[in-house]
């Protein structure tokens, strides 16, 4: 079985926090599902009021204060908080041992776990249908016709 390169998954680990600063401001979806959700009215165009409500959402988790300005040093505990959380999924998933650290055998394991979890006929490998099987699955949300695409 191949194992997906241990640099790859730690930089995108590395990623968490940049990702989790765009996350929290405005932006454009990047793909036809993440565009289809903020597209509340289902006409094919995104406008300033279907995003306005999910930015406001956001600002408002920031604006630890309440006082209509995100500053940075909130912006920073926010940062940190998310860094914080994903860390302490990564100990969770990965650490095995729970030594505080994660060794090669304790990723190759948990590579192993993700390919065998998702690997919905045993062949070895997985497919796209079956990641994102794995992936409704694993969310726990309902197989609509929509998210099946």
């Known amino acids: 079985m191949t194992r997906i390169t241990p640099a790859f998954i730690m930089l995108g680990c590395l990623a968490v926090a940049p990702a989790t600063a765009l996350a929290m401001q405005p932006y454009l979806p990047a793909s036809p ?4 959700k903020a597209d509340v009215d289902s006409n094919g165009k995104i406008t300033s009021a ?11 988790r920031l604006d630890a204060d ?28 990965l650490d095995a041992n729970k030594d505080s650290q994660i060794s090669r055998a304790e990723l190759d394991a948990a590579v192993d776990r993700l390919i065998a979890a998702a ?31």
């Open 66 to 93: 309440s006082n209509g300005q995100v500053t940075l040093a909130e912006i920073d505990a926010a940062l940190q908080k998310a860094l914080e959380r994903r860390k302490a999924r990564m100990l969770e998933t």
């Open 33 to 36: 599902k993440t565009f289809n």
């Open 50 to 60: 279907e995003l306005a409500p999910k930015a406001g959402r956001r600002f408002a």
């Open 119 to 149: 690997d919905a006929d045993h062949d070895g490998g997985v497919t796209m249908e079956e990641v994102r099987s794995y992936r409704l699955v694993k969310s726990g949300k309902p197989a609509t016709e929509k998210s099946a695409n």
